[in-house]
């Protein structure tokens, strides 16, 4: 039977990664193995300047004292005794699109997946103060995970999937990864001793207009797939810069 | 005059930030923004759950109690008062190449000089316990930011710079993003109550023979230049899974 490692950024408490947990449970046999608070924007963070701790909550399901890549690596290493077939990461409350996914702990975990040779997903949501319809992506989360498990995915590849909250979507669309156009906002604030402080957070992201980017799916109502790839190489400027910095 | 930001992952009082801020001041005004103490391997992360303080430690050096990538966000959007003309990072005590990059704090920092929309680069020395030539990578340094400065770089498209740790070095090369082949290594270890924890860490990296990759140039003496790019879509896989699986 197939094997699957759920993982998320939120922490193994959150309702996010239990709808995921339920889903993945429907596919296959599943483990979650979980930080155990929340790592948001934690990025790609691997913990090598302590020893981490293993907790087993109860059966098949782990949470340890670090980061989502921290999970997926001992998770694979050392937990689940043999390698698992898929690595499914999320459900994260709120959207990872553009290039905000290079902060994100849920997609990193996905990433962090593939480097170990593991076919792996990252799914979101987005976000909505009034709530979340997880029914919607986790009903997402095993048609993927079938197509996964049977067809595998392409070399050093994976899927970032983002759904939109709602009941219900008007269909998928396979995407690029879209291109924010605002700064992170930051926000002054003072210490009990009146010193000054910065907060980095919230601002609204805009978006450049572009077609079949993650964003503008999501937008009109549908479950954006994004295939990422681990080399970040731009061979475009790889030829540009060989050719014209030959005196460097 | 150009303006320069210098920052890194092994925190402000590192000799591979002095080294290169000594260099970039040779080109440019240059001010440091860095982390008040090591962030190794906290890769892309944000600082959003709790309040930064900026700390003056003399004229053009800032020390922030967060990640590259807040030092990044607040140097730019706080700090400096205008809009640099380079983000300069490193020079980090250790190689970062391949798979590998996505874990660095030093090449995080080069993106999210990007995504703000400012030229930037990454520049790490090879490791060796015996000590860092960093004088080699600092003269490359100046070379690579005088370039960026007059040609400036395609877009959302950064440089990830490796220096081999010598004296003298065989030259230059351009290169593509290698691949890893190991998994990261995982020690056990008992606390002083005798339970038992991981420590992630150490191994031997080894690498694909692939023709010219970052780790091959480093390898043959050579300082190893790649783009890299902010988006990470793969349009092999997306043109291949858009005519495959179309029941999703």
């Not at 909550?57 to 694979?76: Q, R």
């Amino acid at each position: 039977m197939a094997l699957i490692l759920v993982t998320n950024d939120d922490g193994v408490l959150s309702e996010g990664l239990m709808a995921l947990f339920e889903a993945m449970k429907d596919v296959a046999e599943a483990v979650i193995v979980a930080p155990d608070r929340e790592r948001s924007a934690t990025s790609h963070s691997l913990t090598m300047h302590r020893p981490l701790r293993v907790t087993k909550i109860k059966e098949a399901i782990y949470a340890i004292n670090g980061t989502p890549t921290d999970c997926v690596t001992l998770g694979i290493g050392k937990i689940l005794g043999r390698k698992p077939d898929l690595v499914a990461s999320g459900i994260n409350k709120g959207g990872n699109l553009g290039d905000d996914i290079t902060y994100s702990g849920t997609v990193s975990a996905a990433f962090e997946g593939t480097i170990l040779g593991v076919p792996s997903f990252a799914i979101s949501m987005l976000w909505d103060d009034g709530g979340f319809h997880f029914s919607t992506a986790a009903e997402f989360a095993k048609k993927i995970a079938r197509a996964i498990v049977d067809k595998g995915l392409p070399r050093d590849t994976l899927l970032n999937v983002n759904v939109p909250n709602a009941e219900s979507v008007a269909g998928v669309k396979f995407t690029k990864q879209g291109k924010r156009v605002y700064c992170n906002s930051i926000q002054e604030t003072n210490d009990p001793w009146g010193k000054k402080h910065y907060w980095i957070g919230g601002g609204s992201p805009s978006w450049e207009e572009d077609a079949h980017t993650d964003f503008l799916a999501v937008e009109a109502g549908y479950i954006s797939v994004t295939p990422l790839h681990l080399d970040l190489t731009n061979y475009d400027a790889l030829k540009k810069i060989e050719k014209e910095w030959k005196e460097l």
